[in-house]
């Protein structure tokens, strides 16, 4: 027992039975990928780039964006990077991409809805991220942010092919894209469920109001529900679904994704520890059971009693 408890303190993640989850960082720029670099996690499965840019006043050239790219990418030898275009707009604005005022930002033209109006902004950061790729060891991939329909991922995975990158994945983020996440899938490579935005669209509860946290809560028996329609197509398809959102650094949670059929969790990397150690105490078909205790719950609260109790007895 003291010999499963360390293992499963270090290395890559998985379950007691061996069930492989990668544990991966979700990141800022390049301190964030300094310091998650050093820790032990298997890679990045979100670097957040509009973070790079809040302060820009002029849009970053291919050269300045390859630099910085680089240096994001080398601290993670051959690990796994996953690049997320500009979120732009919403939540994040940047100067030099701003359409003006909308009636709803969060409703409005943001993520790779401003990449289809602005298709130079996305083919500039594709380019640059396929430069710093060949320079570095990481296993480079991209993903969208707000993709909502089948027809915008299949748009997205193109211009990412042409620009040499052999891996082009999607945030399923948008409740529409989670209930077809088969057809969107059909022209990707993966999908990474965002769960704060998935939760702020499925409540239409907005995520800058403190005073919505309780109907924001991850824990929403409907947001789960949400999420585990995504995973069924994640299934039918044989494509790995991550979940980047703050979801997945809560060790609870955790076990029940992976229950859902989640293949990855990123988070914030002081989290990665005690996310690798929940798994390391429960096999996968504990994880499932987990799962279907907190799909069955009525509330938030009940969902995480029922699961807190179930995995309290698991170990
Ligand atoms: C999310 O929406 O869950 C997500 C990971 O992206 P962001 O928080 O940057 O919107
Ligand atoms: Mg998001």
Request: hydrophobic share 45%; glycine share 8%.
């Amino acid at each position: 027992r003291r010999t499963a408890a360390l293992a499963s303190s270090v290395g890559p993640g998985r379950t007691s039975d061996d069930h492989p989850v990668a544990l991966l960082a979700n990141i800022g720029g390049v301190e964030d990928a300094v310091a998650a670099g050093a820790q032990d996690l298997e890679g990045v499965g979100l670097f957040r780039t509009e973070f790079v840019f809040l302060s820009a006043t002029s849009a970053p050239t291919v050269e300045e964006q390859t630099s910085i790219y680089r240096a994001v990418f080398e601290p993670f030898g051959g690990r796994k990077v996953v690049v997320r275009t500009l979120d732009a707009g919403a939540d994040k604005p940047l100067s030099f991409a701003d359409l003006g005022p909308e009636e709803n930002p969060a409703l409005g033209r943001r993520g790779l809805r401003l990449s289809a109006l602005h298709p130079d902004l996305l083919d500039t950061q594709l380019a640059a991220v396929a430069a710093a790729a060949q320079v570095t060891r990481a296993d480079v991939q991209v993903m969208a942010p707000m993709v909502a329909t089948a027809e915008e991922a299949a748009w997205f995975a193109r211009r990412v092919r042409e620009h040499g990158l052999p891996k082009a994945g999607v945030m399923i983020e948008v409740p529409a894209a989670a209930l077809r996440s088969r057809q969107v899938l059909a022209d990707v490579d993966f999908a990474s469920l965002g769960t704060n935005d998935l939760a702020q669209y499925t409540m239409a509860a907005d995520r800058m109001q403190g005073d919505l946290a309780d109907l924001l809560d991850p824990w929403q028996p409907a947001v789960l529900d949400i999420i585990a329609a995504a995973c069924e197509g994640g299934q039918d398809t044989g494509k790995p679904i991550g979940v980047c959102g703050e979801a997945g650094g809560d060790p609870l949670l955790a076990l029940v994704l992976v229950g859902l059929g989640v293949a990855s969790l990123s988070m914030a990397p002081s989290k990665v520890p005690v996310v690798r150690y929940a798994l390391g105490r429960h096999t996968l078909a504990q994880c499932r059971h987990l799962a279907a205790l907190a799909r069955q719950a009525r509330t938030a609260a009940d969902a995480r009693a029922a699961v807190r109790h179930a995995a309290d007895q698991d170990v």
